[in-house]
T-cell receptor, first 112, second 113 residues
C-alpha cells in the first residue's frame, strides 16, 4: 500500500534562518507531488506541484522553493524564513494529475 | 472565477444531533469533481468523497450523506447522529483534480458529548 511521510512534524525557527521540509512517498512510482500551506484558520493554499523529477511548478511567488531530487521525494526549502512563513505545511500526492489527493500528516512551522 | 465557499466557519452541536455543512462552488469547467476532506486534530487531511459533475445522485455512506445540487452549485455534507469523533475541520473542494483542486476555507465542527 502507498504511504506518505513528512518530517519534521514540528519546527520552531528564528526569522532569517533556513528551512527544509521533506516528504517521501512509498509504494508508488512517478507520483504527482504537492506542497500546500494552511495558515491559521485559513484554507489550503497550493504552493508547488511536481509531475516528475526536477519538474517544479510554482503557484505562489514567495521566498519558498521546492525540489524533487528523486522520484518519490519532495523538499520544501527557504534560504531565509519570514514571520509570514509560519503555518501548517502539507505534502500530498496523487496517481495522475486529475486525481484524489492523499495527504501527509503535516509539518507545523513557527517562525519567531 | 474558480472558488469554493464554505460560509460556516464553525459549528457546534451536541452528540447525536444531525449537522449539515454547506458548500457552494463556482467553476468555469464543464466537467469537474467535487470533494470533501476531513482534517481531524492530528492534522492530516483524509479524503471522504469525490463526485463527478455529471452524477447528481445523492450518496450515503453510513452516517455521512452528500447532496449535490448542480442548479444551485452546492455540494452539502450531512452527518447524521453526530459523534465526538466527528469533531474536525471539513474541507469542500472542486476542480478537475490534482493541482487543479480548489479548496474552501473549511468548517470547524465541534461535537460535544
Amino acid at each position: 500500500s502507498q504511504t506518505i511521510h513528512q518530517w519534521p512534524a514540528t519546527l520552531v525557527q528564528p526569522v532569517g534562518s533556513p528551512l527544509s521540509l521533506e516528504c517521501t512517498v512509498e509504494g508508488t512510482s512517478n507520483p504527482n507531488l504537492y506542497w500546500y500551506r494552511q495558515a491559521a484558520g485559513r484554507g489550503l493554499q497550493l504552493l508547488f506541484y511536481s509531475v516528475g523529477i526536477g519538474q517544479i511548478s510554482s503557484e505562489v511567488p514567495q521566498n519558498l522553493s521546492a525540489s524533487r531530487p528523486q522520484d518519490r521525494q519532495f523538499i520544501l526549502s527557504s534560504k531565509k524564513l519570514l514571520l509570514s512563513d509560519s503555518g501548517f505545511y502539507l505534502c500530498a500526492w496523487s496517481v495522475v494529475t486529475a486525481d484524489v489527493l492523499t495527504f501527509g500528516a503535516g509539518s507545523r512551522l513557527t517562525v519567531l | 472565477a474558480q472558488k469554493v465557499t464554505q460560509a460556516q466557519t464553525e459549528i457546534s452541536v451536541v452528540e447525536k444531533e444531525d449537522v449539515t455543512l454547506d458548500c457552494v462552488y463556482e467553476t468555469r469547467d464543464t466537467t469537474y469533481y467535487l470533494f470533501w476532506y476531513k482534517q481531524p486534530p492530528s492534522g492530516e487531511l483524509v479524503f471522504l468523497i469525490r463526485r463527478n459533475s455529471f452524477d447528481e445522485q445523492n450518496e450515503i455512506s453510513g452516517r455521512y450523506s452528500w447532496n449535490f445540487q448542480k442548479s444551485t452549485s452546492s455540494f452539502n455534507f450531512t452527518i447524521t447522529a453526530s459523534q465526538v469523533v466527528d469533531s474536525a475541520v471539513y474541507f469542500c473542494a472542486s476542480g478537475t483534480g490534482g493541482f487543479k483542486t480548489i479548496f474552501g476555507a473549511g468548517t470547524r465542527l465541534f461535537v460535544k458529548a
